[in-house]
Nanobody
Framework: QVQLVESGGGLVQAGESLRLSCVASGGTFSRLAMAWFRQAPGKEREFVAT????????DYADSVKGRFTITRDNAKSTVHLQMNSLKPDDTAVYYC????????????????WGQGTQVTVSS
């Protein structure tokens, strides 16, 4: 059973940056595809970014391309989401997810989820 713990959320102003982290335990991290999703108030959870086992492939939602960067450190069983040029529309709870399969953009492709970390961007 893989457990995921996110950290790094907070309150920032528009244009500022945040770096989210997710530490995994209980599994072989280098064999897990990892992703970030987010859920804004009153909206469904949506895909943000995903990264393959060896970080050779990354993919992003159109809304965050050029502003967010997903990385992973397999030695530390950690995945990061660097978020730059934040906008009020980025306000959401951000969730880390792990898959024993491929790096996909849909929730159903992920087997394990963290509890989420709140990101609030003020205008």
């Amino acid at each position: 059973q893989v457990q995921l713990v996110e950290s790094g959320g907070g309150l920032v102003q528009a244009g500022e940056s945040l770096r989210l982290s997710c530490v995994a335990s209980g599994g072989t991290f280098s064999r897990l595809a990892m992703a970030w999703f987010r859920q804004a108030p009153g909206k469904e959870r949506e895909f943000v970014a995903t990264i393959s086992w060896s970080a050779g492939t990354k993919d992003y939602a159109d809304s965050v391309k050029g502003r967010f960067t997903i990385t992973r450190d397999n030695a530390k069983s950690t995945v990061h989401l660097q978020m730059n040029s934040l906008k009020p529309d980025d306000t959401a709870v951000y969730y880390c997810a792990a898959s024993g399969g491929y790096w996909v953009k849909v929730e159903a492709g992920y087997d394990y989820w963290g509890q989420g970390t709140q990101v609030t961007v003020s205008s």
